[in-house]
Every structure is written in structure tokens, then in C-alpha cells.
């Protein structure tokens, strides 16, 4: 059964780790990664990537792309999310350090943002505007 609103952004709000999805070049299929986000409920979602990455690239120039997001337990539920690219903008380390405490243990922070900091370049943040939703929880099996 599909998810209310508020159900449907509250588990998209949740850290899960997010399938993205945009399309490729011609005789492809969509690059089909995943990715740590950032939601708040009505907001838009964003990811931070490698800027010049095919990921920006290929985002930049379809402006548009996909987000998912599943579980199995304690039910099988999942959230999908698309939409227009609303801003891309130059990733600063508070959006780094943002995501990172999202999706890791308070002790993995510290030598994550140090490495990061020293290996991963310049990025950039990529904002998505919700258009369509698409929800469901199967239940438990």
C-alpha cells in the first residue's frame, strides 16, 4: 500500500543509503549509483559529489534525476523520489561534515573528514525539486 506523505517523507528523512539514478549516454542504461543524501521533511533532498564527476556531469546535463530508498525489515517499504535539478552549487565543508555525521558512528567522523578532506577534491552539492513520489509498504513476509 502506498505511503502517506507524511510516512513517505518522514522514512525518506531516515539515513538510508539512496540508489540514484540519471540517464547515460546512448545505448545505455541510467548510471545507477549509490549515494549518502540529505532530506527534510518538504525539503528538497541533496547529494554532495566530486565536482566534474560523471555523476555532476551526467546530472548537470539531463537535469534531472532519481533518488531510492529500501528496507526489508521490519516490513518491506521503499520511497522513490525524481525530479528537476533546482541548484547546483559549490560543495563546502559543512555539507561535508553535515553527511557525514549523518550516515556515520560519532567515532568514524573525525578520520572520515580527514581523509575526505585530503583525497576527495573539490565538489559539488546537487538539489533535487520533488515532482513525483512513488511509496509503498508490502508489508512483512
Known amino acids: 500500500m502506498a505511503l502517506s506523505k507524511v510516512d513517505r517523507e518522514q522514512f525518506f528523512a531516515e539515513p538510508h543509503v539512496a540508489a540514484l539514478s540519471v540517464s547515460a549516454e ?25 565536482a566534474g564527476s560523471r555523476k555532476h556531469r551526467l546530472i548537470e546535463a539531463a537535469g534531472w534525476f532519481t533518488l531510492m530508498v529500501e528496507r526489508v525489515e521490519p516490513t518491506v517499504r521503499y ?14 565543508d559543512d555539507h561535508l561534515v ?8 560519532p567515532e568514524a567522523v573525525e578520520p572520515y573528514l580527514e581523509m575526505a578532506r585530503r583525497e576527495h577534491g573539490e565538489s559539488v552539492v546537487i538539489h533535487l525539486r ?7 509498504d508490502l508489508g512483512s513476509f
Open 130 to 136: 520533488p515532482q513525483h513520489w512513488l511509496s509503498s
Open 26 to 50: 546512448q545505448n545505455r542504461g541510467p548510471l545507477t549509483v549509490p549515494v549518502w543524501y540529505q532530506y527534510s521533511p518538504g525539503g528538497e533532498p541533496w547529494v554532495l559529489t566530486g
Open 98 to 105: 553535515e553527511v557525514s555525521r549523518r550516515y556515520l558512528p
Open 79 to 92: 520511497v522513490a523520489v525524481d525530479g528537476p535539478v533546482s541548484r547546483i552549487e559549490p560543495g563546502t
